[in-house]
């Protein structure tokens, strides 16, 4: 195994392990987001608000490992 | 056949001034920052009791951020105080990542194809540069009020002393255990400021690459295809600035709030 090798498969495997656990909880705040704005439709905006801001806190590991693997593949 | 163009993650160096070096992020911050004060002066140029379109948009702007720090702070006269760094944090960022909207921003190249003006917050030199802004901001505003309770929110000696004084073992370990934690606050510390940056980095610098590749796949995807991948860029964008300013206000506001004293905090709610 050579280094060019090595190094293009371990940007994948980061990249590829680290979205896991982001999709997970991105889907979970999703859920728990909607039965929250079915059961009180009056606040579905308000709802739907912090459920995109939270989606986007949680994103932060999934890029974490994104950046890891750009710097593996570009620098 | 594809042609993907060539991705760096380090801006590219257009030149020298002195001992500083200029690269195309500089540039294009700075010319954001230039379109903020033109842009700025013109909405104060006209401002009126009845709002016009251009007024109305940072109105709301200024009321989406205003009314979620009023519920963090407590009360208005203390979420005025530290309101314009977090709004201009806003701004800069929403401008920012919008930049490489405007037409013919990225036509100026060099004679080797190089660009010159690229979107600014896509380079880590800069979302490390605002993040250590956001966190040096509220650490100088918590120390400015009460320096020896802000240090002692980390290093947490008080409650040992105490601990032996009474000389009860089990609030030993309690503080002891406490004084751990704090050390370990000033390691939260360091990571608040690595993932601020690097979320905001890795957002816009992905969104750019993956147009980039989407478009250099073939002739055929160059026109509609990159559109949906355009329109992700775009939520994402606004989306970002709006989590660094919040955050931004979160820590000032936990750091300050830490080290008023506690009655003031009570009779504000």
Known sequence: MDA??????????????GAIGSAFGEGFIGGKAMEAMGRNPKYMDKI??????????????????????????FV | MSNIPEITLAPSIIGQIGPITVTNAMLSYFAVCLLLIIVGLIVRAKLSVKPGRFQMFFELLFSMILDKMVVVFGDEKRARQSFPIVFTIFILLIFGNYFTLLPLVESFILDDG????????????????????????????AIAISPIRHIGNFIKIGPVFKAIKNLSPKDFAMSMIDVFLGLLDIIGEIAKLISISTRLFGNMFAGGVIIAIVSGLSVYTQFVVPLPFAVLGLLTGFVQAFVFAMLGMLYISSLVGGVTPAKQQTETN
Do not use: C, R, W
């Open chain 2, 114 to 141: 190089t660009k010159i003006l690229t979107t600014p917050t896509a380079h880590y030199s800069l979302t490390i540069a605002l993040a250590f802004l956001m966190i040096g901001t509220s650490h100088v505003l």
């Open chain 1, 48 to 73: 739907f608000t912090n459920m995109i801001v939270a989606q986007a806190i949680d994103e932060s590991t999934a890029i974490y490992s994104l950046v890891v693997a750009l710097i593996i593949l």
């Open chain 1, 4 to 17: 060019e090798a090595v190094k293009y498969l371990s940007a994948a495997l980061v990249m590829g392990i």
